[in-house]
């Protein structure tokens, strides 16, 4: 009896164990199905991307589209050459608008002879700043023209998106250009489009005093603020 249970019990570990190996080798069709669905994923990400036609417009009027993996705006256009105001586009605008020739003298200043009155045409001081918040420089110029007398004179120019400059003459509110009484300048700043002048204002003892000033450019006319 005890030969038998033992002869019975090798046989029934027998088959469990070849049951056990054997089913082990037999691939799982889950298994199968779980491998199918990461290859398809993995083929999926290397796909490319298609984005939504979509377009930005940028500040020079050009557009760009969506592009890349994660369908970002590609960059505007460099504006950086536009935003800047050189000095010789500056000196260029008032040449035009005044029917003069500006030339740099021996100083380091723009100067230009004018027959017409016996005098001259002198460049004083050139602030450039933001003066009507399009994000690009612009300038404020004083300038001084001489004749049997002299007098002050204030030049806006426009840097504007299409890369090209204005200018135009302004007179500033409050602010006395000509006659022995007229104002001088000391320093001109531009702050969020605010042109902060600090005028030198002659009293009649022949002493000055320092006088604060602040416009702002409406169109083409300047206005305290």
Same mark, same amino acid.
């Given at each position: 009896?005890?030969?038998?249970?033992?002869?019975?019990?090798?046989?029934?570990?027998?088959?469990?164990?070849?049951?056990?190996?054997?089913?082990?080798?037999?691939?799982?069709?889950?298994?199968?199905?779980?491998?199918?669905?990461?290859?398809? !994923?993995?083929? !999926?990400?290397? &796909?490319?991307?298609?984005?939504?036609?979509?377009?930005?417009?940028?500040?020079?009027?050009?557009?760009?589209?969506?592009?890349?993996?994660?369908?970002?705006?590609?960059?505007?256009?460099?504006?950086?050459?536009?935003?800047?105001?050189?000095?010789? +586009?500056?000196?260029?605008?008032?040449?035009?608008?005044?029917?003069?020739? +500006?030339?740099?003298?021996? &100083?380091?200043?723009?100067?230009?002879?004018?027959?017409?009155? &016996?005098?001259?045409?002198?460049?004083? +001081? #050139?602030?450039?700043?933001? +003066?009507?918040?399009?994000?690009? &420089?612009?300038?404020?110029?004083?300038?001084?023209?001489?004749?049997?007398?002299?007098?002050?004179?204030?030049?806006?120019?426009?840097?504007?998106?299409?890369?090209?400059?204005?200018?135009? !003459?302004?007179?500033?509110?409050?602010?006395?250009?000509?006659?022995?009484?007229?104002?001088?300048?000391? #320093?001109?700043?531009?702050?969020?489009? #605010? #042109?902060?002048?600090?005028?030198?204002?002659?009293?009649?003892?022949?002493?000055?005093?320092?006088?604060?000033?602040?416009?702002?450019?409406?169109?083409?006319?300047?206005?305290?603020?």
């Amino acid at each position: 009896m005890i030969v038998l249970l033992a002869v019975a019990a090798l046989a029934f570990g027998g088959t469990f164990a070849y049951e056990y190996f054997a089913k082990s080798q037999i691939p799982n069709p889950n298994d199968q199905q779980n491998s199918n669905i990461q290859n398809q !994923n993995t083929n !999926n990400n290397t &796909q490319p991307t298609a984005c939504t036609m979509e377009a930005k417009i940028c500040p020079d009027g050009s557009s760009v589209g969506r592009s890349g993996p994660n369908c970002e705006f590609t960059d505007c256009p460099d504006q950086t050459a536009a935003k800047e105001l050189s000095d010789a +586009l500056i000196i260029n605008a008032i040449n035009k608008l005044n029917g003069i020739q +500006l030339e740099k003298n021996a &100083q380091g200043k723009y100067e230009a002879s004018m027959p017409e009155i &016996q005098g001259g045409y002198n460049i004083n +001081l #050139i602030t450039k700043g933001d +003066l009507n918040g399009d994000g690009f &420089q612009d300038a404020f110029v004083w300038s001084t023209v001489c004749g049997a007398s002299c007098g002050s004179v204030f030049t806006a120019v426009i840097n504007k998106k299409d890369s090209t400059v204005s200018a135009f !003459n302004v007179v500033p509110e409050g602010f006395v250009m000509s006659s022995a009484a007229q104002y001088s300048v000391k #320093i001109i700043n531009i702050d969020s489009g #605010i #042109i902060k002048i600090k005028a030198v204002v002659p009293q009649f003892d022949g002493t000055t005093v320092d006088q604060d000033l602040n416009y702002k450019l409406v169109g083409n006319n300047l206005v305290k603020n």
